[in-house]
């Protein structure tokens, strides 16, 4: 049985079918990118998948259940759960410094624990960035709390929308790299982008366009690194 | 972790918690010195009225009879009296605590050395009773005659060592006669005459300046009646009336035995008088009108005023409140939008606003309750010239108003907070 499968979803907002009878299996443990134009669906996929938002029609199965049916309240506790999600814009709090970021996440789970935070934010490389507050951080520093926020209940599947979207290159590098280190442990990754740099790193990559899915391709050399760079 | 955040939100938002905190402040403070004032303010203007003297009379029955009919004023032209026996029994009616003080007075016709006629009024000064209970209490006439100005000498004192042979000339009496603290007068009344000495002369401002004061029995014995007295003059603390009142004002036998057990209950000045026609015998106790007409309708007035103010400061409260805690919520709406997207339930990120308002609002409030006490003080010397006493009830109503008018202004903010959807927040449309 596959981790995630979404079997003839739709996504309707008036005559607009953001997303249009989408088939899609996600393995446990598989990283797989999504891409497209603008406007072709794939933050809608991602709210879809992340029990953020009900598709309209068809189901979403994650771990065998249909989470397209479940009551708000479900959903949240499906997110808190089983969820990781990691946006483009971070969404640190602002008020609250990395660790505390990483423990409200645990907070909401069940008990914030510090020292398990500070062993979240060490696997991100920010062990000694625990007390800066976001503002005090840099865009990647910030994507990287957010990957640590998004890791610390141990979720069944980790989905980032656009994760790179507002970092550099070498920012990129750097949370890419974290992927490649998660993908290894086992973690499932669905990961949106526009950039194909990011897109070619993964397992697998699904194409969407108007709402549907145009083109599947599988990387045939996988290694999870950006070829033009080496990590040592 | 709940508390941390607690504290970095205030800390980050501390200028509009600050807002948030002033304006409950001020509605705490105006709801403070208006409850203040208004619980205080009963005994207040009783207190003011009790100046005026007496707001009930008490006669004899027949008395009352040819008073109304003829109009003959001070003169006991009915010969009838009320026994000085009974006095004590005022003070054992129903509401005897309300009763402040009260006198009897005897007034009799005596002639002066020269052969001028005069009033003479018999009366308590400070008077020591015995209460059938046991009690032990003084009455008399000073508290009944405040505004009486002392030209000379002092108030008598009964029980002190000049004892009963004493007198208070008014002033336009003694200008007249040429008397002076200390003389001699001699009074010759219908059965004796009397030798006395003047402890006092007072500036009544009206047509007792031309009576003599003397101790109710000095008057008894001038007049040759022992144990008798014309009417008796009472100041009782009432509650407004109401229809209630004024029903059985007009005839107590109309009213349901509920109703009539309320009345009874209730200090209106109609029950007081039916309860002190009740202990002294063939009386006709009435209220001195216009005071204690014109005392309800202020009073009624000027609560009714405090509760509409204080209503619309809370109104206000709950106005500045609700746009304030929105804007709050406007402005953290990415931030509750994530807390949502990581699994925090409505009930949490509900109860850490409102918990931050509510903090906010027992700062404010305090501040707002010590303020408004300070500013009922300021109302109190203003408009009464007294301090205004702090009521324990003030507290848990203001605490339990600032609760109120908090909550329901957190709620236009908590709704917009439930309705907030991740997805519309997080992508940064
Ligand atoms: N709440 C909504 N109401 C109406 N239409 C919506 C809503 N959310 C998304 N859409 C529409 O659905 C379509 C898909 O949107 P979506 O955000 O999934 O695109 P996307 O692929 O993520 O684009 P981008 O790359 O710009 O982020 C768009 O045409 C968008 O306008
Ligand atoms: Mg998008």
New interface residues.
């Given amino acids: 049985m596959s981790l995630l499968e979404l079997k003839n979803v739709s996504k309707i907002y008036g005559n607009l079918h953001a997303l249009d009878h989408i088939n899609l299996k996600v393995e446990k443990g598989e990283w797989l990118a999504i891409m497209g134009p603008s406007g072709s669906g794939k933050?809608t996929t991602m709210?879809i998948i992340?029990a953020?938002?009900k598709a309209s029609e068809g189901e979403v199965l994650l771990d065998g259940v249909d989470i397209a049916k479940k009551s708000a309240?479900e959903l949240?506790?499906i997110?808190?759960?089983k969820i990781g999600?990691i946006?483009?814009?971070f969404?640190l709090?602002?008020?609250?410094t990395a660790v505390?970021n990483v423990?409200?996440?645990q907070?909401?789970?069940s008990v914030?624990d510090e020292k398990e935070a500070m062993e979240a934010l060490e696997r991100v490389g920010l062990a000694d960035r625990a007390k800066h507050y976001p503002s005090q951080l840099s865009g990647g520093e910030q994507q990287r709390v957010c990957v640590a926020?998004a890791l610390i209940n141990y979720p069944e599947i980790i989905l980032a929308?656009e994760p790179t979207g507002n970092l550099d290159e070498a920012n990129e590098e750097i949370v890419v790299e974290l992927f490649r280190k998660l993908h290894e442990e086992g973690t499932t990754l669905v990961v949106v982008t526009h950039n194909p740099e990011v897109a070619e790193v993964a397992q697998r990559t699904v194409v969407l366009r108007n709402g549907k899915i145009d083109h599947e391709s599988i990387n045939e050399n996988f290694t999870g690194r950006i070829k033009h760079i080496t990590l040592q | 972790m709940f508390i941390r955040m607690i504290a970095k939100a205030f800390i980050r938002q501390w200028k509009k918690m600050t807002m948030i905190a002033f304006t409950i402040a001020l509605g705490a403070s105006l709801a403070t010195a208006m409850l203040s004032v208004m619980m205080d303010v009963e005994d207040k203007v009783n207190q003011e009225l009790k100046a005026y003297g007496a707001n009930i009379t008490v006669v004899p029955k027949e008395a009352s009879v040819v008073n109304e009919l003829y109009d003959v004023g001070e003169e006991n032209v009915s010969g009838s009296y009320l026994s000085e026996d009974e006095l004590g029994k005022i003070k054992t009616i129903f509401w005897a605590f309300n009763i402040v003080d009260y006198t009897p007075f005897l007034n009799v016709e005596a002639k002066l050395n020269d052969g001028s006629p005069v009033t003479v009024s018999g009366t308590w000064f400070n008077h020591h009773m015995k209460l059938p209970t046991g009690e032990e209490l003084d009455a008399g006439i000073a508290s009944l005659r405040s505004w009486w100005e002392i030209k000379d000498g002092n108030w008598i004192d009964e029980q002190g060592k000049d004892k009963k042979d004493v007198a208070m000339i008014g002033r336009a009496l003694a200008e007249e006669e040429g008397i002076g603290v200390g003389d001699k007068i001699r009074l010759a009344g219908n059965r004796n005459s009397k030798q006395l000495t003047v402890a006092g002369i007072y500036d009544a401002g009206g047509e007792e300046d031309d009576q003599i004061f003397v101790t109710l029995d000095t008057a008894q014995a001038l007049g040759g009646l022992e144990g008798k007295v014309d009417s008796i003059e009472v100041s009782a603390l009432t509650t407004p009336d109401n229809d209630l009142a004024r029903k059985a004002a007009k005839d107590p036998g109309s009213l349901s035995v509920a109703q009539y057990e309320t009345w009874y209950c209730t200090a209106y000045v109609s029950s007081i008088c039916y309860q002190i026609e009740e202990v002294i015998t063939d009386s006709v106790a009435s209220p001195v009108r216009q005071v204690a007409d014109s005392e309800g309708q202020i009073l009624e007035k000027m609560k009714l005023l405090m509760i509409l103010i204080t209503f619309l400061a809370m109104i206000g409260a709950a106005l500045g409140i609700s746009n304030l805690v929105t804007a709050s919520v406007m402005e953290r709406s990415q931030e509750i939008g994530l807390m949502k997207a990581i699994g925090a339930h409505n009930p949490a990120i509900t109860g850490l606003v409102i918990t931050e308002i509510l903090c906010t609002a027992l700062i404010g409030g305090l501040i707002g309750f010590f303020a408004g006490q300070g500013f009922a003080q300021v109302i109190g010397h203003t408009v009464f010239g007294s301090a205004i006493s702090m009521r324990p009830m003030v507290i848990p109503l203001v605490a339990v108003l600032v609760t109120v008018v908090t909550l329901i202004g957190c709620i236009p903010a908590v709704r917009m907070l439930l309705n907030l959807r991740p997805t519309e927040v997080l992508h940064g449309r």
């Fill in positions: 933050s709210n992340g953020l938002d309240r949240t506790n997110r808190r759960d999600l946006f483009q814009q969404h709090v602002s008020y609250l505390e423990m409200l996440a907070y909401y789970h914030p926020r929308d």
